[in-house]
């Protein structure tokens, strides 16, 4: 056998593969699109899967690649030899081009003259047939002609042979394994057994079938082929190890966690475990936060799985004696292995270690006090006699420390506990429920669309308003509100489709036109909303004003256009600014939502931290820039490799067709996008950002104002300048002269206020020499004084400290009907174990508060001036308990 480097193993799996007429088609996302029903890529051909089930591929019929893939199904299993969340998936396809006769040649000369293997040591499984589908003797008969032996071709049922996602392409597969040369262990030794004789080494799979949502199988419109190997494992065959985190990928962060943890790797079972589990789920954690998608930890979905990896990842560095830093150096080594490799982990290097660093000090921040609390909570569970853990108990740990319910589990297992997961189900949606009963939610709209979803194919509507605002049409369709009908009448409300339209419906984040439609003889309906439903239609939602409409009608429509152009700025504007926060943030912005109606534009985006005043300025200088630049704004329709090679940005997990719509705002801005925009840059205006501020964790959200919105925020704020300067008897040019010199009043007259009520104070509370009173040896001043607030109270508390000498002073005010308490000790009396954090603890609920503090100085407020009396006489009490 040829051993190999995992970078030398890339390029000669895809060479071998474009030699026979193969095009690399490259690898997409780790985040799925959601389409086949699963949240991450699993497997080299799931991103395929529109063309295995016969949509033509625009690089043809035969492709290669090798794709990343993230599986957490076995999440439990990772921390073994061979198990992984990120992998590397070698696959090669053919689309209804060659078949298995092709396909097992191939093979078998990848197996013996890449990767020299001698055939003497290979066998293969096909499927063996059940009653969903017959046995696969072509499968059997191709392998031996390719070179296997008769004998070492095995059948095998379809939980060992037959492969398919949840639904989509399926068929059998046939799978190829090393023999080793050792005895069989019994009669029935072969592929699948334990004994270790049979190593699978690569998988074809025969795609001849497409499995429903239903169960059932019906045969594909054209036979397809899928191999997949998958990297790691067939990388650590090859060079002769049996344990995966050997292999040149790993073995660096292996060696740094040696070294950094000083424990040897595979010393102990359990320290070797928490290797691999921290040097794995780094791993994904870098390649999914540094992913095109650039997902981040979260509360639901794929952001949840990866909270998880990392605060685990957090948990067994811990085990190791690692901190946060050095998580972040097993992450850089990751992040440097894989930079040729993968593209986007090299130019999103400083983002993936910031955003991983965030999340380790957010879980780290929690995770001790967690601990403990678990702890608390195993040992309660033990002394109650149960071994299992309450859901509430688990939803609290979750709730409060951000402990994912696995990480309870897993922690709780480790300990030979289990976890009530029904019940943590029940707590999580008791609390959901809660939140829904509290909120307020919008009426839905009366519109009757769903309606819509009964008309036949033929029912359409074309937009045509790109390039008009106005258009004569037919009505194709009504609903009243409930259903379908044949004729609204005046005032009445409803919505109406027609066969073509200016109109824009609400879609990717811009909101929809208003207007009118009108007829010949005088009637008028008024469109209130325009929305999309089923079949790609628009419909025009609003009430008749005047006359009737009738299905049939031909109609005249017109755009509100005052209304569409503010829309449109604020649309072109939204598109300048993404640009600009690239320019002055870095590549790492992606937009994460956007909004435009006519009166504003927000827009959402990736990042981890407020913006300055002074970025916050850049940005808008540099839209206010190209707006004054006058940039042509251009659109125009191409396939979607035609708009990656522009450049143009795409919104990820956005649907986009076989044909693409580019907006180029001169050479400064490239996207794809639906929306309306105006014909020149200039025409925006001016842009004013008039609020950033956070929405999610690592997400940031602007506002913005364009045209003549713009001009009458200008307006206002200038208004407001006249009516502060009026107020504070000056020009606006003065104002902020004038405000200094009153802060420096006022800053002179509260220095003077404040030598008043300390002088207040100690008049009020007069000669204190006949209040001190001794305890054990220690002195002692416990009082009451009135209207002091806390600044007083610590000020006054210092002079009676400096009165006594050594002891400890106790002072209690009431002022504006709340209580405030302070109490000081001195070092001498510290030292024969007074303490005043601990003592104030103890008096503070005689006035129904609470508080805390050092053992020289402690504070506290209450709200029961009655209990004062009861609070002094408790001071000196626990003072005596204190000093024994």
Same mark, same amino acid.
């Given at each position: ?36 029903? %699963?949240?991450? /890529? ?7 899967? $529109? ?48 078949? +298995?006769? &092709? ?57 060992? #042979? ?24 019994? $009669? ?42 998958g990297l790691e494992r067939i990388l650590a065959f090859l060079n002769g190890v049996d344990d995966v985190? +050997? ?30 589990? *921290? ?17 981040? $930890?979260? #509360? ?9 990896? !990392? ?28 930079s040729d490799s993968y593209e986007h982990l090299k130019n999103n290097k400083k983002f993936v270690l ?22 608390? !909570? ?26 994912? %319910? ?42 009757? %669309? ?31 509100? @409930? ?10 409300? =409803? ?45 025009? %939602? ?13 109609? +005249? ?5 005052? /209304? ?28 994460? =939502? ?5 009166? +504003? ?121 006249? &009516? ?6 000056? /020009? ?6 004038? !405000? ?12 003077? #206020? &404040?030598?008043?009520?300390?002088k207040e104070a100690q008049a009020a509370l007069g000669d204190v020499t006949d209040q001190v009173e ?6 002692? *001043? ?37 209580? #405030? ?7 001498? @009396? ?7 954090? /601990? ?5 503070? $609920? ?39």
């Amino acid at each position: 056998m040829r051993s190999f480097t995992a970078d030398e193993l890339r390029k000669a799996w895809k060479q071998f593969y474009i030699d026979r007429g193969h095009v690399d088609c490259g690898a997409v996302s780790l985040v799925s699109d959601g389409s086949t029903g %699963v949240m991450f /890529n699993v497997a080299g051909m799931q991103p395929l899967m $529109p063309y295995l089930l016969g949509k033509k591929h625009p690089m043809g019929t035969r492709l290669c690649n090798v794709q990343g893939c993230v599986r957490t199904n076995d999440i439990d299993s990772v921390g073994d030899k061979s198990h992984g969340t990120f992998f590397e998936m070698m696959g090669s396809w053919s689309l209804g081009d060659y078949f +298995k006769k &092709e396909r097992c040649q191939w093979s078998y000369e990848l197996l013996t003259e890449l990767f020299g293997f001698d055939a003497d040591h290979l066998a293969a499984t096909v499927f063996a047939g059940d009653e969903n589908a017959p046995r696969d003797e072509e499968g059997a008969k191709y392998r031996i002609e390719s070179g296997f032996k008769p004998e070492n071709i095995f059948y095998l049922p379809a939980e060992d #042979n037959w492969w398919g996602l949840e639904y989509g392409p399926c068929g059998p597969d046939s799978e190829m394994f090393y023999v080793k040369d050792i005895p069989d262990c019994g $009669p029935d030794c072969g592929p699948g057994c334990h004994c270790g004789k049979y190593t699978e080494i690569g998988n074809d799979v025969f795609m001849q079938y497409e499995k429903h949502h239903d169960g059932s199988l019906t045969p594909l419109s054209q036979k397809n082929v899928d191999t997949g190997w998958g990297l790691e494992r067939i990388l650590a065959f090859l060079n002769g190890v049996d344990d995966v985190y +050997k292999i040149d990928l790993h073995a660096p962060v292996i060696s740094y966690i040696e070294k950094e943890s000083g424990i040897k790797y595979e010393a102990d079972e359990k320290t070797t475990r928490s290797m691999r589990i *921290l040097a794995d789920h780094t791993r994904t954690a870098v390649m999914l936060i540094g992913d095109v998608a650039k997902l981040l $930890p979260s #509360n639901t979905g794929a952001g949840y799985i990866l909270r998880r990896l !990392i605060r685990r990842a957090v948990r067994h560095a811990r085990t190791l004696g690692l901190n946060k830093d050095q998580i972040l150096g097993v992450a850089t080594i990751y992040i440097d292995e894989y930079s040729d490799s993968y593209e986007h982990l090299k130019n999103n290097k400083k983002f993936v270690l910031t955003e991983l660093e965030r999340e380790i000090v957010r879980f780290e921040s929690t995770l001790e006090n967690g601990m403990k609390e678990f702890k608390k !909570i195993l040992d309660q569970t033990s002394s109650e006699g149960k071994k299992e853990i309450a859901g509430k108990d688990a939803f609290f740990l979750y709730d409060t420390f951000g402990f994912p %319910v696995e990480l309870t589990v897993e922690l709780a297992e480790e300990e030979g506990f289990t976890v009530d997961e029904e019940g943590f189900k029940a707590s999580m949606e008791e609390q959901k429920q809660k939140a829904r009963d509290n909120q307020n939610f919008a009426a839905n709209l009366e519109s009757g %669309v769903s309606a819509f979803d009964q008309l036949s194919d033929d029912v359409t509507s074309e937009f045509v308003g790109y390039t008009s605002t106005s258009c004569d049409g037919k009505i194709v369709a009504i609903s009243d509100g @409930a259903a379908l009908c044949d004729e609204l009448s005046k005032g009445a409300k =409803g919505t109406i489709i027609t066969d073509k339209t200016p109109f824009y419906g609400t879609m990717g984040g811009q909101v929809g036109d208003i207007g009118v439609i009108e007829t010949s003889d005088g009637a008028k309906f008024e469109v209130t909303e325009t929305v999309h439903v089923a079949g790609g239609r628009t419909a025009h %939602v609003g009430q008749v004003i005047e006359g009737s409409f009738k299905n049939g009608s031909q109609v +005249k429509l017109l755009v509100d256009v005052e /209304n569409r152009a503010k829309t449109c700025r604020n649309h072109s504007a939204t598109h300048l600014l993404q640009k600009a926060l690239q320019e002055v943030l870095g590549d790492h912005v992606e937009q994460a =939502g956007s909004y435009q109606d006519p009166d +504003k534009t927000r827009f959402d985006f990736s990042h981890h931290q407020a913006m300055t005043a002074e970025e916050i300025r850049k940005v808008e200088d540099l839209v206010n820039a190209k707006i004054a630049e006058a940039l042509p704004v251009v659109t125009e329709e191409m396939t979607m490799e035609e708009a990656k090679k522009t450049g143009a940005m795409a919104l990820f997990g956005e649907k986009y067709g076989d044909v693409v719509r580019v907006v180029k705002m001169g050479d400064f801005s490239i996207e794809l996008c639906g929306g309306t925009h105006v014909s020149n840059t200039s025409h925006v205006g001016i842009f004013k950002i008039v609020s950033e501020s956070g929405v999610a964790a690592g997400v940031r959200r602007i506002e913005a104002l364009t045209g003549s919105n713009a001009r009458n925020y200008y307006i206002g704020v200038e208004n407001n300048l006249d &009516e502060a300067a009026k107020a504070l008897k000056t /020009n606006p040019a003065d104002i902020t002269t004038q !405000i200094k010199k009153l802060q420096e009043e006022l800053k002179a007259l509260r220095s003077e #206020n &404040e030598s008043l009520k300390s002088k207040e104070a100690q008049a009020a509370l007069g000669d204190v020499t006949d209040q001190v009173e001794e305890i054990n040896g220690v002195k002692i *001043l416990a009082t009451s004084v009135k209207g002091v607030d806390m600044n007083g109270l610590r000020d006054l508390g210092d002079q009676m400290k400096g009165k006594i000498g050594e002891g400890v002073v106790v002072l209690i005010s009431e002022a504006d009907g709340k209580v #405030n308490l302070v109490t000081m000790a001195t070092d001498e @009396a510290i030292s024969k174990g007074a303490h005043a954090g /601990n003592l104030i603890k103890a008096i503070a $609920p005689k006035v129904g508060g609470g508080g805390g503090g050092r053992p020289n100085m402690a504070q506290a407020g209450g709200k029961n001036p009655a209990g004062i009396a009861d609070a002094i006489a408790e001071a000196k009490k626990v003072l005596a308990e204190q000093i024994g």
